[in-house]
Structures are given as C-alpha cells and as structure tokens.
C-alpha cells in the first residue's frame, strides 16, 4: 500500500511495508482504511519532525525554549545548507502528500503554516541568498545571552551548554567570510556597530558567572581559553568587514533594495494574504488620504478650543501638526509613567469585560514588571510571552522606566506617549492586543501554529484592537483621543508606502522623510530609526496594515452579511480561536468549517 509508506521516515519504510504486507496483511489494509489524512499529519509532523527541525536550527530552537539541542552551533558552511535544503525538500515532499482539504481546522490550519514556513526556507536559501550579502545575519550574542540569562537549568549545566557551543566560533565566522560576496554597505556597517555588543556578551557577566559558578578548574581552563578564541573570532571578523567596507566604497556594493520581483516573492511568502504587495501599497496610498481627511476635521473641530485667539494655518498638514503638537503637551511625568501603565492595564481588563467584546481568562493574570536590565534598551513596554515550550510560564508585561534617558529624551518620549497615546500602545501590546491574542492561540494546542505564526496576523490583530476600543467607546470618543489615535494609525500606513516606495520604487532618504515627518507628523528621532530599520529590513513593516486591513474587512463584510444576528464578541473569540495562521486562511475555515 504506497499510502502506509508515509506514516515511516524515509529509511525504514520500504522493509517495513514488506514485512508488514507479508506477515499481517489484515493488520495492514485495516490501517489504511482507517488512516485518515489528521492522523497522517500528526505522525509525521509531531515531535520527532520537530526535533530534527530544532538540531538544523539550534539558535531558534534556544529562543523558543526547546534547550536539547542547545550545545550545537552550526557552521554556516555549503555542507550545512546542503543538509538544510535536503530536510526542507524531504519534508515538503511529505507534507504534500496528505490530504490536507480533509484535515480539520486545527491542522488544516497548521498544514498551511508548516508549508509556508518550508517553502520560505527553502526560497531563502536559494534564491533570497540573504547568507552572501547580509553580515549581520552572522551573530552569536542572542542565543547565548540567552542561555546566560534563563534560568532553565542549574548554571553549572548552562556554562557547560554555553561552553559546548562556543567551541565552534572560529569556524563559524571563518565559513562567514567564505559566504558573503558582493554585500550591502548598511548590513556590513550594522554587522560592524553590532560586533561591540557580540563581544560583550563574553565580558564581565559572563566572567562573574563563571566565578560564582561551581565548574571544575578543568572545566574552567577549556572554558576561558574557548572564550578567548571567541572573542579574538568576532574581532577579527568585525576588522575583515571593515576592509569589506572600505572596498565597498569604491563603488561594487550591493543594493539594500530589494527590487520588485524579490520583494513581490518575499511579500507573498512572510504576509501570506494573496494579493499583492502593489496592491497593499495601492490601498495604503488611498488610506492615507482617508485618515488625513478625518484628521483635518478633527483639526478644525478642536481648534477653537485650543487656540481660542488664533486663526489656524491654511495648509491643512501645518494645520493638524500643530493641534497634535498641543495635545502632546498632556503626558505623564516622567516619574508617574510605570505606575500609569500599570494602571492601564487595569482600566483596559475591566473595559474589555464590562463591555463585552472578548472573555478574558482571569487565571492568567498578566504581570506588569520593570524590564530585565538586559533587555533594556528601547524605551517603552512590550509583552514578553513563555516560548510555546513553556506555556505554564507567566506573560509578563515589561515597561522600561525613563530615568536612565537625558530629561530631553524622557519630554520627547512622553509627548510622544501622551496621555491619549499611552493607552494605545497597552491596547496594543497588552489588553485586548498581543496579549490577548496570545491567550486565545495557546488554547487551541497547536506548537506549529506558536512557533510558525503568521506575522501579518498577529501585528494585524493588534492593529485592529486599537480601533476596535475605540470605536466600542473607550476615550468618551473625543475628537483628541480620535485625532491622536488616527496619528498611531497614519503610522502603521505609512509604514507600508515606505517599505514598498523604498524597496520597489527606488524612494530617496530625502523624500522618505518628508512623508514620514510632514504627512505622518513624526518626530526627527522617529524618523531616523525609520529610516535605519527601513533599509536594514523588507517586508516586515508592511505586516500592520496588511493584517489590519483584512482582518477589518472580513469584520465588515460578515456584518453586512449577518446584518443584527452579527456578534461582535463571538466574532473576536472565533477568529482569534484558529491561532496565529494567516487572515486568509481563518477567513476561508470561518465560512466553510471542516465537518
Ligand atoms: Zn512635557
Ligand atoms: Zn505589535
């Protein structure tokens, strides 16, 4: 029976269906008529796949928690994507051949997930080649601050882990300069500017670590002599890409941009909507002009209020930029901030509950903390989730106090974060955004769906809560809390026109900061980092508004369709209930569910 040959890795199968077909062939047509393609998919895609996928990529593994594999590094050499490619091949060829119409929504939605992840890798590797052009996807430091800095294990354990690891630097930044050819000047200056950091974490924590720590003296000596290498490995690769960047000077580096056929692939594998990138664009463009209509009613609704004796500008953007300005003059002390956000959090669970628009589980209480000193870096908060390995492990909510930032900074931070904004960004990050979103996916058991999630579904998510509060009243629907939110939402627009104008249509500095500051009010700071991440990365910032845009659209339409039988709340807990796969996907199981 050739369909039984699937539920056996490769090697086995054959002997094994001989045996089985001669000695029991009762045995064997009953578990082909009985084998359906859910349990087909579960075998040969569970914890074993899992495993093998892991030991190809231990850096990601060590992120997401699973730490058995954590004493490899791999060297990224041609024998090594040779093996990677082979695994993706071999387990796309599997993965094909189930019968994934007939799989449930759980694994339906996990086949699609696991095919895109696959069949990204595999572009990745051949055809993106970011492994000859991007230096700064050669750095160690994360997964070793990792395991530095989590406490899975005694640190004895994790200082030989740590120690197992290192073993392998030199040769994997000796295999780095053997890849890259023909780089682009930004990601060689990043790769540069990161080597301080990557060294590091090898420095005095470390050294303390090991002091504290209860290692042999023999263990010790192998361990301060592999960090030394290490350190003189990174050095020495940080000098090498310096001589690169010289070279590159001259003229012969590549282009940060993508160009429209790479982007226009990448855009339809990370996003995973079916349309296009152009498209997006399209409607971002028209988007914009919506938002800048509404904001410029607001404008003038409000300014009488707030300059009471002064005539408002003629050019509607000086217009709006000035009352946002005005309004940005409301915003915490810098002293109150941490407090305030913890008390928005309270104030949005309460709001999410009284008014109905999604069941919270009390049982998982979100802890609001003062950020780890190194994560610290980024002002601000953000949700810090357990790894899809450790879903017991609490969610904490992680808001950086502003005293370490110049009084310069922390003014600019809070009017940025004003007390209008403030309560969007815990929306967003926190309740009912990232947060919320997480507690629904962890429901449904799907490790493929936690580990592989579509990026546009999850920020899209988070997006659409922002409006969705507001809209359910949250703010007393002002027109300040309306102007500044339709300020937070420009942004995620104009996110999209920017990658797409720089990567595809060939966008200046110059002209990227004159949309970002005079059409979308931004800060020269913001600006900046804009610009910076812009041309360091593809793809991802147009992930906002790609999910918003169809998550908001799917909610219209089914509201039309189902006029006042439409429920609002059951509408927030099915959708988030199928996990983090792609809109499009949730979309299709909502309206045709698998019997
Ligand atoms: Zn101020
Ligand atoms: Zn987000």
């Known amino acids: 029976m050739p369909g039984s040959l699937k539920f056996w890795p490769r090697a086995a199968a054959w002997s094994l269906v001989l045996i089985v077909a001669f000695v029991w062939p009762h045995w064997t047509s ?35 928690g699973y730490y058995r594999v954590a004493k490899r590094l791999i060297v990224p050499d041609m024998a090594a994507r040779v093996q990677l490619a082979a695994f ?63 406490d899975y294990a005694p640190l004895e354990e994790r200082l030989r882990t740590v120690s197992a690891r290192m073993e392998r630097i030199p040769a994997y930044y000796a295999a780095a300069r053997l890849n890259i050819r023909r780089p682009t000047r930004e990601h060689t200056q990043l790769a540069i500017e990161q080597s301080a950091g990557v060294r590091g974490v090898f420095g005095k924590e470390l050294e303390a670590q090991i002091a504290a720590s209860k290692l042999a003296p023999g263990e010790r000596q192998v361990l301060v002599r592999r960090i030394a290498a290490a350190k003189q490995a990174i050095s020495g690769f940080a000098t090498w890409l310096g001589d690169q960047d010289r070279r590159l000077a001259a003229g012969d580096a590549r282009s940060f941009r993508l160009g429209r056929d790479l982007y226009e692939r990448k855009f339809a594998l990370d996003i995973g ?70 008390q928005d959090i309270v104030t949005m669970n309460d709001w999410v509950t009284g008014h109905g628009l999604i069941a919270l589980d009390p049982s998982k209480p979100l802890e609001v903390r003062v950020t780890p000193a190194y994560k610290r870096g980024i002002a601000g908060a953000s949700v810090d989730a357990p790894g ?66 579509n990026g546009a579904m999850i920020e899209g998510w988070a997006v659409y809560a922002e409006r969705m509060m507001l809209e359910s009243g949250f703010g007393n ?27 595809v249509l060939d966008m200046s500095e110059g002209d990227a900061r004159k949309l970002l500051t005079r059409e979308a009010f931004q800060s020269a700071e913001e600006v900046a980092g804009k610009w910076r991440r812009v041309s360091r990365t593809s793809v991802q910032l147009t992930q906002y508004f790609a999910g918003y845009s169809a998550i908001f659209e799917l909610r219209e339409r089914l509201k039309r369709e189902q006029g006042e039988h439409f429920d609002l709340r059951g509408f927030h807990q099915t959708f988030l209930g199928f996990g983090s796969a792609p809109v499009r996907i949730i979309e299709m199981l909502m309206e045709h569910p698998a019997d």
């Open 273 to 342: 909507s079916g349309g296009t990138a152009e498209d997006l664009y399209r409607r971002a463009l028209a988007e914009k002009e919506r938002l800048l209509a509404r904001m410029e009613m607001l404008a003038d609704q409000l300014w009488p209020k707030y300059f009471p004796s002064r005539a408002p500008p003629a050019d509607r953007l000086d217009k709006i930029g000035v009352l946002i300005g005005k309004l940005s003059e409301q915003h915490a002390a810098p002293a109150d901030f941490v407090a305030t956000v913890r």
């Open 477 to 503: 629907d002002t027109a300040e809390q309306w102007l500044i939110y339709y300020k937070w939402n420009l942004r995620s627009v104009c996110n999209t026109i920017l990658d797409y104008s720089v990567h």
């Open 388 to 453: 899809p390995y450790d879903p017991g492990a609490r969610t904490y909510f992680n808001v950086t106090p502003l005293d370490e930032l110049s009084p310069e900074s922390a003014e600019s931070y809070l009017r940025e974060y004003n007390r209008w904004m403030l309560p969007i960004l815990v929306i967003h990050e926190a309740v009912p955004g990232h947060y919320v979103q997480l507690l629904y996916a962890n429901k449904s058991p799907s490790l493929i769906k936690s580990l592989f999630g």
């Open 88 to 150: 993706l091949r071999d387990s796309l060829a599997r993965l094909h051949g189930i019968d994934a119409p007939s799989l449930d929504a759980n694994l339906r939605t996990d086949w699609e997930v696991l095919d895109n992840q696959l069949q990204g890798e595999l572009w990745r590797l051949n055809e993106y080649r970011e492994w000859e052009w991007n230096p700064a996807e050669y750095n160690v430091a994360e997964s070793f601050a990792l395991l530095l800095n989590t």
């Open 30 to 64: 009953a578990a082909a008529a009985s084998a359906p393609a859910a349990a087909q998919f579960k075998h040969q895609f569970g914890p074993d796949f899992l495993d093998a996928y892991w030991r190809l990529h231990p850096d990601d593994a060590i992120s997401v």
